[in-house]
């Protein structure tokens, strides 16, 4: 799994350039740049970090309020499960919180990206978030396929927990519960 976990590292990083450059007029073409890249291990758009390539600089107030913004920091990620699927073949459920958590107040587990290998190359190919009102992981983009949900995935054959979320409703429940 070092490779799922290094295939995140990457993306992971790259997200945080992306929002760094997304708060300077300067770096408008780097920001479009490193989406592009990223998009390039999606299954589709929907699968991925909300992060929308665009088509003109945003308005300059916008990077007024932006300018001495701190560099975002980085997602964390909780733990990785891998699963056997008739689709993919393997399939790993990468368990993470939202993009730029800048305090432990919201290192809190709400997004799991499902990974497979397609032609040699791994994507992301669905992304769930967690609702926090229920617990319940809801499908957010992808493979619209059925079988590519938390609840129908099976039994893991393998996990590693890389840290704890923070302690919230269930999110400290659902990074112990074996899926």
Not at 38 to 50: D, E, K, M, V
Not at 92 to 112: G, N
């Amino acid at each position: 799994m070092k490779n799922i976990k290094d295939f995140l590292d990457f993306l992971f990083e790259r997200e945080q350039e992306a929002l760094n450059a997304d708060n300077y007029k300067e770096d408008f073409q780097k920001y479009n740049s490193i989406v592009e890249e990223i998009q390039t291990h999606l299954y589709n758009i929907s699968a991925g970090f909300n992060l929308p390539i665009l088509k003109k600089p945003k308005p300059d107030f916008f990077y007024l309020k932006t300018k001495n913004k701190v560099f975002p920091a980085r997602r964390y990620l909780f733990k990785i499960s891998q699963y056997d699927n008739k689709k993919y073949n393997t399939i790993w459920a990468c368990y993470t919180s939202e993009s730029d958590p800048t305090s432990d107040k919201v290192k809190m587990l709400t997004t799991c990206f499902l990974i497979a290998e397609i032609n040699n190359e791994l994507k992301i190919i669905v992304k769930n978030r967690r609702n926090l009102d229920n617990d319940k992981w809801e499908f957010f983009g992808g493979d619209d396929d059925k079988t590519l949900r938390l609840h129908a995935l099976g039994q893991p054959k393998e996990i590693i927990r890389y840290m704890e979320p923070l302690e919230d409703e269930g999110g400290l429940k659902l990074y112990k519960k074996d899926m």
